[in-house]
C-alpha cells in the first residue's frame, strides 16, 4: 500500500514559513493599528494615528525616492545581467566564470560597501587617479548622492539577477536562433524576438529577486546616501529604533510589504498575459 | 550515526567545562578573604564606562563580586527594565531618561548622607541639572557635550562657532550627527535659544539655520564620520570626541582641534541611579561613593578623556580632558521633551527628507 507523505514533506517547510513568515507579518500587521507607547512599544487599543502620519509630504517623498532608485537600480542590473548571462552560457569556461561572480560573495556585504567608499571618496582612488592625470583640478564628490547608492546597489545585488538569467539561457535551445537565422533573421534580431520571449521565465525572476532587497535596502543609503537620499527602510529604522514610534514604523513595513507585493503581482500578470 | 553521537558529546562536553571554569575565576578572587557568601553588585552602563581596573579594586577592597552588564542606547536600557529585565542595582541612564524613570516609578531616592564623597561634586556642575532637581535620585557620573572636530591641516582659519556649517569654502567636506537634539539643539544654541525650547516658532527657525548648514554638509551622520574624519575625507565633524579620536593615532591627533562651540552645545549628564527592585542597596551606596573617591574618578576621567565632575580629582588627572568643564559653561543639559517630543520629530523629519 502507498502512503501518502505529502503532508510529512511539506511539514518544515509549512512551519518555518509560518513561525518566521506569517507570524511575524501578522505581528507588525496588528502593530500598526494599536496605539503608540510613550517610550516605545503599543498600547493595546485600536488606533489609525500610524496610518494618518503616514500621510505627510515627507513619507510620501522618500516613498517616491524608493521607487525610483528601485526600478532604476532593477533595470540597470537586468541590462547588464543579461548580456553577461548568455555570454556565459555560450562560453566554454562556465564554471570558472559562475566562480568568478561568487567569489565577491565571500567578503562581507558592508565591507564591500567600504571598498566602494575608499574608491570613490574624495581622497580615493579614482579621484587620486583623475587628479594625479590631470583631468580634475580638485576632488569630484561621486559619493553621498543618489547615483552612488544606485553603482553600490547594482554591485552588490546584481548576482541575483545573473543566476536566474543564467539558468534560463543556459537550457534554450540555439538551435532556434540558427532556425531564425536561417529564415533571415538578423543575428540581433533573433535573439530579441526567439530569445528573449523564451527565457521569459528567467527574466521574471531576476526582476523579482533584485527588485524586493531592492525596496527594502537600508544600509547602502546610510553609507553612501547624501543628505537628501533617505529610503523606507531608513525611515522604518529611525522610527523603530530613535524616535521608537513602532505603530509608525509598522504601517511603514506594511506599506512597503503592500507596495512590493503589487509590484510583484502586476509584473507576473503582465508576463502571463504575454505567454497567453 | 556514531559521528553524530560523537559530536554531541564533545559539544556537551566542552559546554560544562566553560560552565566549570567561571566558579573557579571567581574563587580566586574570593580566596584571600576566606569568607564563603560575597556579596555581588549588578550594575548595567554604557559599553566600556567604567574601566576595568576600577571594578577589579572595588572587587578586591570590598571583598565583593561586581557583574557589569553593558547597553549602547538609553533606549535599549530602558526598554529592558521595562520589560521586565530585573535583577540590576545601579543603572547609568542620561538625565533625560532619569526624569523619565522617575516619572514611571522606577527609582528608588537617594540617601546622600550613605555618600559623603557626593561632596566632592563641582556645585556649578549640579545647580544646572534639572532633569532631577536637587539630585535626589540620581549621582551625576560623567557630563560632555558633542562639539566639533577640525582637521587644521586643511582647514587652517576657523571661528569657535557653529557658524563654520555656514561656510560655503568647506562645502561636502563636512558632517553633522544624524540625532535630532544635537543638530537641532546647535542650531538652537545659535540662535540664543535653550536646547529644550518648546516653542514651535523657536524650532521653525532653528529649522531653517540647518536647512542652511544642511547645504553645505556631505551627510548626517553618527556611525561612520569619525573614519572619514580619520581618513582626511571630512575636515569639519560635528561628534563626542570618543568617537572622533578613538580612530586617530597620536601622529593625527596633533593636526585635529576639538572645541566646543561658543555658542553652547546640548549637554548630556549620566548618572548613577538605583532601582527600586534593587536587591544590594547598601552595596550600590558603597559603590557610588567609591566612584567619587578622588583617585578613582580621576583614574575614570582619564581613561575617558572626559572633564572631571568632581573637583579633587581634577588635581589628580595625569590625562589632559580634550575640553574643561569651563567650555560647557553655556552648554544646556538635554531635558525629556515630553509631549513637545513630536513637534521635535516632525520638524527634524521636514529636515532629513525634503531637498
Given at each position: ?72 537600480s532593477?533595470?540597470l542590473m537586468?541590462?547588464l545581467a543579461?548580456?553577461t ?16 561572480i561568487?567569489?565577491p560573495f565571500?567578503t562581507?556585504f558592508?565591507i564591500r560597501i567600504y571598498a566602494w567608499i575608499?574608491i570613490l ?26 547615483g552612488a547608492i544606485i553603482l553600490v546597489i547594482v554591485y552588490t545585488t546584481i548576482p541575483f539577477a545573473i ?47 533584485t527588485?524586493?532587497p531592492t525596496?527594502?535596502n537600508?544600509a547602502v543609503?546610510?553609507l553612501v ?52 | ?355
Open positions: 500500500m502507498r502512503k501518502n507523505y505529502g503532508p510529512i514533506y511539506v511539514g518544515p517547510v509549512a512551519f518555518w514559513l509560518c513561525a518566521f513568515l506569517s507570524v511575524p507579518l501578522l505581528i507588525t500587521l496588528s502593530y500598526s493599528f494599536l496605539a503608540k507607547g510613550l517610550y516605545g512599544g503599543v498600547e493595546p487599543h485600536f488606533s489609525l494615528a500610524a496610518y494618518r502620519s503616514l500621510f505627510n509630504t515627507a513619507v510620501l517623498k522618500v516613498l517616491l525616492n524608493t521607487i525610483i532608485i528601485a526600478v532604476l532593477t533595470a537586468v541590462g543579461l548580456p548571462a548568455y555570454y556565459i552560457a555560450r562560453s566554454s569556461q562556465k564554471n570558472l566564470l559562475l566562480m568568478l561568487i567569489i565571500w562581507n558592508l575608499t571618496g574624495s581622497n580615493g582612488l579614482l579621484n587620486s587617479f583623475l587628479m594625479g592625470v590631470g583631468l580634475t583640478d580638485g576632488p569630484i564628490q561621486f559619493l553621498y548622492n543618489r543566476f536566474p538569467l543564467y539558468s534560463t539561457i543556459e537550457k534554450f535551445d540555439f538551435s532556434l536562433i540558427e532556425a531564425a537565422m536561417d529564415l533571415g533573421a538578423s543575428k540581433t534580431k533573433a535573439l530579441w524576438k526567439i530569445m528573449i520571449p523564451n527565457i521569459r521565465s528567467g527574466i521574471t525572476t531576476a526582476v523579482l529577486f527588485f524586493i525596496f527594502g537600508f543609503p546610510k546616501g547624501g543628505t537628501s537620499s533617505w529610503m523606507l527602510g531608513n525611515l522604518i529604522e529611525r522610527e523603530l529604533n530613535i524616535t521608537r514610534n513602532w505603530p509608525l514604523a509598522s504601517s511603514m513595513s506594511v506599506v512597503l510589504t503592500f507596495v512590493t507585493m503589487l509590484a510583484v503581482l502586476f509584473f507576473m500578470r503582465s508576463q502571463n498575459k504575454k505567454e497567453l | 550515526m556514531l559521528l553524530a553521537a560523537a559530536i554531541v558529546s564533545m559539544v556537551v562536553s566542552g559546554c560544562s567545562e566553560g560552565e566549570k571554569e567561571k566558579p573557579t575565576e571567581q574563587k580566586v578572587v574570593q580566596k584571600p578573604q576566606q569568607q564563603e557568601t560575597a556579596q555581588t553588585l549588578y550594575i548595567y552602563n554604557w559599553t566600556y564606562y567604567i574601566p576595568n581596573q576600577v571594578l577589579k579594586d572595588f572587587e578586591k577592597e570590598y571583598n565583593v563580586k561586581v557583574v557589569y552588564d553593558m547597553y549602547s542606547s538609553n533606549e535599549e536600557m530602558f526598554t529592558k527594565l521595562k520589560a521586565g529585565g530585573s535583577g540590576y542595582d545601579l543603572v547609568f541612564p542620561s538625565g533625560d531618561y532619569v526624569s523619565i524613570m522617575i516619572k514611571e516609578n522606577m527609582l528608588e531616592p537617594i540617601d546622600k548622607t550613605k555618600i559623603p564623597n557626593f561632596s566632592n561634586i563641582d556645585p556649578e556642575v549640579l545647580a544646572k541639572i534639572h532633569f532631577d532637581e536637587g539630585s535626589q535620585y540620581s549621582v551625576p557620573y560623567m557630563m560632555g557635550a558633542a562639539g566639533v572636530a577640525v582637521n587644521t591641516k586643511f582647514v587652517k582659519d576657523f571661528d569657535k562657532s557653529w557658524s563654520i556649517f555656514n561656510r560655503d569654502d568647506l562645502k561636502g567636506r563636512m558632517t553633522m550627527l544624524d540625532d535630532m537634539r544635537e543638530v537641532l539643539g546647535a542650531a538652537l544654541k545659535s540662535l540664543g535659544y535653550s536646547v529644550n525650547t518648546k516653542s514651535l516658532e523657536e524650532l521653525q527657525k532653528a529649522k531653517e539655520l540647518v536647512k542652511q548648514w544642511k547645504k553645505n554638509i556631505v551627510k548626517f551622520d553618527a556611525e561612520s564620520f569619525g573614519k572619514g574624519f580619520a581618513a582626511g575625507e571630512f575636515w569639519v565633524v560635528q561628534g563626542y570626541q570618543e568617537n572622533i579620536f578613538l580612530e586617530l593615532d597620536e601622529a593625527a591627533k596633533q593636526d585635529v582641534a576639538f572645541f566646543i562651540p561658543k555658542e553652547g552645545s546640548a549637554m548630556y549628564m549620566d548618572n548613577m541611579v538605583l532601582l527600586k527592585t534593587a536587591k544590594n542597596k547598601d552595596l550600590a551606596y558603597t559603590f557610588m561613593n567609591y566612584i567619587h573617591e578622588p583617585k578613582v574618578f580621576a583614574q575614570i576621567a582619564d581613561f575617558l578623556m572626559l572633564p572631571s565632575i568632581n573637583v579633587p580629582a581634577r588635581d589628580l588627572m595625569k590625562v589632559k580632558p580634550n575640553y574643561e568643564i569651563a567650555d560647557l559653561a553655556r552648554s544646556e543639559f538635554k531635558e525629556d521633551l515630553g509631549e513637545s517630543l513630536k513637534d521635535y520629530n516632525q520638524i527634524w523629519q521636514e529636515i532629513i527628507v525634503g531637498e
